[in-house]
């Protein structure tokens, strides 16, 4: 394996779509395949892996669950889900666990490129990394650049609330950058994570003692724990016996006041508690993120779009972002990759958005959008209607009569 090279597992049970995958990605990256979930895992957890392109269904162990027990072997390993046209709302809702984006069989051979260079990219970039910001210009947004400012004086610990899909952890760096001009000194784990138990050994302990098992930390100076209402007794109690120039900032989904948390340990976050609003409580700050993200996936797939449309942007303002930035980040990935130029339009949104506002006035979109997406199937498979509506997960005789 060439150690210079990045590290992309794929993971289906078609062999033909293994074979595609390696012979797109082999000339640039180390290819590694499985077949099923528990050999993926077992992968992962040998070596390093920067990118994974995950199935949705596979016998045994699916998708979702391979997904969600990757993320714990390996947190900062980026995941795109590889779906059929009928799964598409169960790959949508994997963003919300974690994955970075999902395609849709059949899929172009650029749009696997781009999606590989660009995690990758944004891999190669995270150690040299200047202080993030906040995006958003809305009234939410700008009081909690100004909360965590004013934490940013100090060095006492701080919680941060915010649904799954939010930036927690880039407002943790925020803080630590703002206080100490710098992005290093920062660790960034999750609670129960392997590569928390990895660092800390089996539950996270002393400076002290990490010194004497020989792992120690060089100017560390503030740990972000995500997910930290799910340690262990144990845990919270070593946790507490840091030392006190290390700063440590916990990340939760909700308050964890009212539960089993360590009492101690919440006191100690209890004076600085930030919350970061969901983005559906941010209609304001929509367009600010949709036109950001555009023009970073401009740059990075080499795209010259122009603006969101009208049409596309009433649709985007209806949805609900329940994977919130991740899922926004994901959205305009795809409608970058799938308008050629120009202004984005309705049909390059992803499908799963689009599905959900046939009961909404866009049936004219949605036709349009139907009908491009129909074409685009039956050329990639040679006008076959079978294997054409196979893939659209529909009857044959459904398909003849939207073709009629």
Known sequence: ?????????????????????????????????????????????????????????????????????????????????????????????????????????????????????????????????????????????????????????????????????????????????????????????????????????????STEELTRRGRTLTNLQTVFIDRIDRISPSFAKKLLSFRDDIRIIGGVVSDPSGSDFNRDLYQKFSLNILFVPPLRDRAGDLVELLEHYRTHYNNLYGKKTNLFSEDALSVLSLHPWPGNLTELKAVVSTAVLNQKEGEIAVSSLPIYILLAFRSLPFEDLYAEFEKELIDSVMKKNGFDKQKAAALLGIKPHVLESKLQ
């Open 1 to 205: 394996m060439n150690q210079d090279k990045s590290t992309i597992l794929v993971v289906d049970d078609e062999s033909s779509i293994q074979e595609s995958f390696s012979l797109v990605l082999g000339s640039d990256y180390n290819v590694l395949l499985a077949g099923t979930g528990e050999v993926a895992l077992k992968k992962a957890a040998d070596q390093k892996v920067d990118l994974v392109f995950l199935d949705i269904r596979m016998p045994g162990m699916d998708g979702i669950e391979t997904l969600s027990r990757l993320k714990k072997i390996s947190p900062q390993t980026e995941v795109v889900m590889v779906t059929a046209v009928y799964d598409v709302q169960k790959a949508s809702q994997a963003i919300k666990y974690g994955a970075r984006d999902y395609v849709v069989k059949p899929f172009d051979v650029d749009q696997i490129l781009s999606i590989a260079r660009a995690a990758v990219f944004k891999k190669g970039l995270l150690a040299a990394e200047a202080c993030p910001r906040l995006l958003g210009s809305g009234e939410k947004i700008r009081k909690l650049a100004a909360a965590a400012k004013k934490i940013a004086e100090g060095d006492e610990w701080a919680l941060i609330l915010g649904e799954e899909g939010l930036e927690k952890e880039e407002l943790a760096r925020m803080i630590h950058c703002i206080r100490r001009g710098t992005s290093s000194g920062f660790l960034s784990v999750t609670a129960g994570s392997d590569r928390a138990e990895k660092i800390f050994g089996k539950e996270i302990v």
